[in-house]
């Protein structure tokens, strides 16, 4: 909330560097692969890229009519992309600092983006209750997901790219096929909006968060998630 960011020494606890820049709060951040790179989002509808070696702005990714709420880099760490409140995502050039594409589609706030683990797909997740799967060189939008009844928070592909998760307002989380975007499957059981989602390394294990003050692991059985 105090608008900056600060990049911490693990192993002493000790801070290394301000990120001072954006003039509101920033609600989004994350490492590059390589980890040299931080990117950040805000609500001064900016997202900014920053060397971590140096603790200085490499660019300003500005071209958002509304806040940031999201902002995650590809696994090659040359692309990131950011979702807004504006509706629409944006990808960027990290080296140039450029709008590559604008995704459209979506009729009300972005709230979360995410890569696939070969970076050849995005997933978008809104306040409209839908999910979107677009290719990321063309920026076509491939599948649309329909079937939560609130708005969805969180999206997560699984490791081999076929899947994604989402969790929702309405008190689920939905498995999509990438491909057709139909559901998969319905995780039930929480009693409160579910707020975060997540794959284990294999893909055969998902971890869910809710405001009821639950975590679920759900494990595969046959192809067909249980709750433990």
């Known amino acids: 909330m105090d608008s900056a960011a600060i990049i911490w020494d693990v192993e002493t606890g000790k801070q290394l560097f301000s990120l001072n820049g954006h003039s509101a709060e920033v609600v989004s951040l994350a490492f590059n692969n390589s980890g040299d790179t931080i990117i950040t989002g805000s609500f001064d509808y900016s997202a900014k890229l920053w060397d971590v070696r140096s ?24 692309l990131c992309i950011t979702g807004s409140i504006d509706t629409t995502c944006k990808i960027w050039s990290v080296k140039t600092g450029q709008c590559v594409t604008t995704l459209r589609g979506h009729n009300d706030e972005v709230l979360d983006v995410a890569f696939n683990a070969a970076g050849t ?87 869910t968060g809710s405001k009821d003050n639950t975590c679920k692991i759900w494990v595969s059985q046959s192809k067909v998630l249980s709750q433990r």
């Open 121 to 207: 797909k995005i997933a978008t997740v809104s306040a409209d209750c839908t999910a979107r799967i677009y290719n990321t060189m063309s920026g076509t939008c491939v599948a649309t997901c329909y079937g939560h009844h609130s708005e969805i928070s969180k999206v997560c592909f699984n490791p081999q790219g076929n899947m994604i998760i989402t969790a929702s307002g309405d008190k689920t989380s939905r498995l999509w096929d990438t491909q057709s975007g139909e559901c998969i499957q319905i995780l039930q059981g929480h009693k409160d909006e579910i707020f975060s989602c997540a794959f284990n390394y294999e893909g055969d294990t998902i971890i």
């Open 55 to 78: 603790g200085k702005v490499t660019h300003s990714l500005f071209g958002h009519g509304g806040e940031i709420s999201s902002a995650q880099f590809n696994f090659t760490g040359d």
